[in-house]
């Protein structure tokens, strides 16, 4: 009877947990989606919008909630400069990413990655910091549930629901859904590509660091300058899982992987870094019945 | 105001090859140009000029008198001259009414606000006889389903001047009637220009006010439909010298 309470709270644990994921692993699949670029930098930037969190929280007391659309904002003016410093003169007048940009531009990410881990070991040290945020906890039933993941658990769908809302009602969303389609097909129906393209990658951004300062919540002393490490693997496990460029997809990835941790823990004994494991291993029967992801 | 597209002694070269050299021609709202041509003529490659998509290594292009030669293409779009690809391409991840829809947000029309640009969408593939397609995903279309939802895209922008490049071509007999009835029915409703590259030559010479033929890159012939097919250097240029001469 005990076990049965702990799974079950494990399993709602693991859905919270796996909201929060959905959202850095969205970021992700946007910019893979839009610029066709895989950002190896990906945990760099969760980790930028994890000290975000952090610093606002020092300076001004915010809570990481308060955070989310700070970082956002942030995230929106980093995906522009990113934009144009690492893929625009990849992407001018191309049809498509040919082998040798792509190279190009993971070459790049990768550097900027270092880059960024040792710019921020030199300016806040490699020491692991936190937000002290406790909203308390709440009782459903047999299981306790921490007041904050759920704030924030509930905050990760509104991202990725309000997201799906601009991309499929707004004229700039669907420019930036057609875009990630048809490059030059865009250009005939009178979009401008490049401003699309800009627009596209900064939303991703904008989502990853608000996703930074989300996952917060979850890591009491986890904030350190190599924290991506870990963020960026489980953002493209969750990529792949859910289907490259599946607007959904994101959320039943999350969900499936932050279950799967979880729940997982208590098989293998508690050890978070073996349930992890076990998360990405589920990657290889996934790729090989599934290559498009859970989701149709 | 009809507006008036002008090329004028265009040239485009690629590296060595002079894919287009001096061709002018003017269409007007209202008017539809035919241009035909063998193949490999330059006639792809003359309507991206005017789409910007390729920018002419000489000679000008404008609308309504103003140099659109070295604009984006989108910009082009933006100021009513839109294109239809040779071989469509839809955004396969959208559903046709979606297809049509952002062509409604960008293209002339500018018509910001999503509702009315989807149900403009849905009038306008009603226009090409899609309208029981519109929320089907594009990719489940047929290849002349396709092309109509192309020709419908174009529609959507908005253009003022169409550019067309080969929208009749792989139909059959019929189905080559019913589209050459839809697209007088529409061009008279609208009152579009167009510029037609076509190898059918039915529709050619049954749509065209006026004819352009080229051959390498150089206009040869300008006319109305049947100035042009009794054109010794036109029926030279299709079937030979031989039958040229014998032609009598």
Known sequence: MADAALFVTDLALGLLLGCVFAVIAHGLNLIWGVAKVVNVAHGEFIMLGAYGAYFFNVWFGFNPLLSVPIDAAIGLGVGVIFYFFFLFRELRGKESMGPQSEMVTLVATF???????????????????????????????????PLGGLYVAITSVAIIGLSHVFLSKTYLGNAIRAYSQDIPATQLVGINPTSTAAIGTALGFCITMAGGALLTVWLPTGIYPAMGNLYAPISFVIVVLGGPGKMWGSLVGGLTLGVIIDVGQLFVGGSIALATAIGFLILIPVLLFRPEGILR | MTRVLEVSDVHKYFGGVRAVQGVSLTVREGQVVGLIGPNGSGKSTLLNLIAGVEKPTKGAITLDGQRIDRWPAHRIVGQGIAKTHQIPKPFLAMTCRENVAVAVMFGNHKQRQSAKAFDEAGRVLALVGLERKADMMSSNLTVQERKRLE????????????????????????????????????????GFGAVVVEHVMRAVLTLSERVVVIEEGMKIAEGTANEVVEDPAVIEAYLGVEAARATP
């Open chain 2, 151 to 190: 020709f419908a895209r174009v529609l959507g922008t908005g253009a003022r001047i169409l550019l067309l490049d080969e929208i009749f071509a792989g139909l059959s007999p019929e189905e080559l009637r019913a589209a050459i009835a839809l697209f007088t029915k529409l061009q008279r409703e609208t």
């Open chain 1, 111 to 145: 550097g900027l990655a270092l880059v960024l881990i040792n710019l921020a070991q030199a300016l806040w040290t490699g020491n692991n910091v936190g937000i002290p945020w406790s909203p308390g906890v709440v009782q459903i039933g047999s299981v306790q549930l």
